[in-house]
């Protein structure tokens, strides 16, 4: 379900809404897509902007008042190294570059295109960040015509592609590490290195990306309730981002701000197309435990399967039979393994690895793990057990009192 950002706005000069705005419902192809500063996404057409996907469109000179539309191209800085550049929203208009944070426009600005992003042409069809881990280093993506122009944000250097296979796309965006080419009123997924498109592309934007009558692929669904969910695994890896999977689908958690949505597994992990039992994440690799099989992929850029994988868990870990959740702490180099009323603690720096300690638990039936700065969580149903530490777990001989999985752990419907 995609969590909608609902913005109320008043009709008339006051509200910002004019006779002739556009209607996206009716079908739209914007000038620019990006998410604020507040991960509020706004959708570009003309003098007019919508802020959020739902809601009507508001008059441009209300977000940029230096600045009339329509734009070229718009993306949101990700540079956490400046603190300066991060999150500031930059917007194309032919030869010029603008920098605005909180609607205010940067000292500065309006600068020549090349002045903040040499090598980059003018004119721009789209632009979309792609941030260290989904492209090879922080960049932004420059669409004009069928090139693709990749600007390294730390060196400046440019690197020009031709993606023949896309569409010209009029806007971009990145949206919980997926991205997407907007034409027309349609849209095509891509993987942002390669420009892969995997899937049945175009779709209607009207059905994902806004709130329209008699449109959306999720029909009249709800959000999942909190009191509903039961967890196959759970897991957080070396960038911060936390995976919960349940059934075929996982919901990805790394900026509350976002927003969660559920995505199936196979978009992630090609290999695991019924579902997983257990997961972990170690030394930059999330581990994938599917009956007696353990996937390895590497979490840099995407993830990719490691050549020779998978293998048995009895040849990876050293541990016999089927795994009920997995869980490995910050900073440690022990998986704590759990089967049953057991929990065992594999070494992940020995080789071969083999079971180091086994400890009785005072729970069973756990459905996953989950452990953080903050401590550890086994869920069980709808509700989880928290440790401050492992020792602690493995020392307890009294389970603690559950808690209710909520909201603000999930994204569910309290």
């Not at 739209?28 to 897509?33: H, K, L, P, Q, S």
């Not at 792609?130 to 280093?137: D, H, L, S």
């Not at 981002?241 to 559920?262: C, K, N, S």
């Amino acid at each position: 379900q995609l969590l909608l950002s609902y913005t109320s706005h008043k009709h008339g000069a006051d509200g910002g809404t004019s006779p002739a705005a556009p209607d996206r419902c009716g079908g739209v192809e914007f000038d620019a897509i990006a998410p604020n500063e507040k991960g509020n996404t706004l959708f570009f057409k003309g003098d007019h902007v919508w802020n959020g996907f739902t809601g009507p469109a508001q008059l441009f000179s209300l977000h940029f008042k230096e600045l009339n539309g329509p734009i070229n191209a718009a993306f949101r800085m990700h540079n956490t190294e400046n603190p300066n550049d991060h999150d500031h929203i930059y917007l194309f208009q032919d030869d010029k570059v603008c920098s605005y944070f909180n609607q205010t426009l940067e000292e500065g600005y309006p600068k020549q295109i090349q002045e903040d992003f040499p090598g980059v042409p003018t004119h721009l069809d789209a632009a979309v960040e792609c941030p260290k881990g989904e492209c090879m280093a922080d960049s932004v993506l420059f669409f004009k015509g069928q090139d693709v122009h990749v600007y390294d944000i730390a060196t400046k250097a440019v690197k020009t592609k031709t993606w023949s296979h896309l569409p010209s796309c009029t806007s971009a965006f990145r949206w919980l590490e997926h991205y997407y080419c907007f034409h027309g009123q349609n849209f095509t997924r891509f993987h942002p290195i390669s420009g892969e498109v995997t899937g049945a592309y175009p779709k209607d934007a009207r059905h994902y990306f806004m709130n329209c009558p008699n449109f959306g692929h999720r029909g009249d669904r709800k959000p999942l309730k909190c009191s509903n969910i039961k967890l196959n695994a759970a897991t957080t890896d070396d960038g911060g981002r936390t995976y919960f999977f349940a059934g075929p689908i996982y919901i990805r958690v790394d900026t509350h701000r976002d927003g969660f949505h559920a995505f199936p597994i196979t978009r992630a992990w090609k290999e695991a197309n019924d579902g997983v039992d257990a997961v972990f994440s170690y030394d930059s690799k999330i581990y994938l435990i599917k009956g007696d099989q353990v996937y390895i992929y590497k979490a840099d850029a995407h993830f990719t399967l490691i050549e020779g994988y998978p293998k048995t868990v009895k040849e990876e870990l050293g541990i016999e039979g089927t795994v009920d959740a997995a869980f490995v702490c910050p900073t440690e180099n022990i998986a704590h393994i759990i089967q049953g009323k057991i929990m065992r603690d594999v070494d992940l720096t020995a080789t071969p690895r083999v079971i180091s300690r086994d400890f009785p638990l005072p729970l069973s039936d756990i459905d996953a793990g989950l452990c953080g700065d903050d401590g550890i969580r086994l869920f069980k149903g709808s509700q989880f057990y928290y440790y401050e530490s492992p020792r602690i777990l493995a020392m307890g001989r009294i389970a603690p009192v559950a808690s209710d999985i909520t909201s603000a752990l999930m994204g569910c419907e309290d």
